[in-house]
């Protein structure tokens, strides 16, 4: 077996001791180094959505893939999004709202990334819909940045243009294309690992997964029956990540994400301001 998902959620953390290589069980799962650098991407000042926000004074609610783990949405976190709101810890609308009103008037312009099965703080989901394809009830997601923007339109109404407030679903952008060198290396790897354990005719099945070691990756096969259930091997994000007070990535989280993401430019490496001036905001 070897993991290939761009949510990440396949592995461990232990929670002994600091943050390090050694804190993960599987790296990273193949495909998330390559949609987390193309999300941060997007969302950044170089190449990403914060130019247009920036210059037209929008606010910017971006949906990011992740049913029950964040980690593409805190990924984002390394492009400089305002905000991130990701499942494993939900959030009141009004907290969010203060927030968007209170950095809007700062700077005159907001992203905010939320992950597509994000939660109210009650429990519900910010959009999901029971999945009429199969009798389990099992939520179907898609539509949280719209469902925010919906909100948000309805609340700032008469009090600031809401045609500037405005949805955007990236997801088959950040799952398209050329994987990046990190992600063809790992495959690399991986691949050769998996035909030399198949050519030695292994007796039982095993996981293969990634560890990061001084002088780079290893693929390091672990037997499957060592697992109780595949819930053994799903990984969320925990408050190490995570500042759920913020709403922002913890500078752990930046460490272990620097390895495969791209260090984006901050406004003040272009010489802009990000201040609003006297530029006209929410008016309260």
Known sequence: MISKTIDNDVGRIYREGDIGPASFFNYFTLGFPTAADKIAA???WQEGLRTTAYSHERIMIVESMGMHAGWL????????PDFIV????????????????????????????????????????????????EDFDHP???GAAAAVVGRLKKDLKGRFDTRNINAVNPSYLYRSGAPNFVDKKAAEILGEKAVRLLAGKIEEPVFLHLRKKARGLSADPTALGEFRSIEDLHRFVDRRFYDPETLSMTEAASGYLGDFVRDLPLPGDYGISTKGGDRRGIRQ
């Open 42 to 44: 997007f969302v950044s």
């Open 140 to 142: 179907r997601f898609g």
């Open 86 to 133: 990701i499942p494993e810890f939900p959030v009141s609308y009004e907290k969010l709202l203060g927030k968007i009103i209170d950095r809007y008037e700062k700077q005159r312009h907001v992203i905010v990334v939320v992950a597509e099965g994000a939660r109210w703080d009650g429990g519900s989901y910010v959009r999901a819909e029971k999945d009429e394809l």
């Open 73 to 80: 949405a805190l990924a984002s976190g390394m492009g400089r």
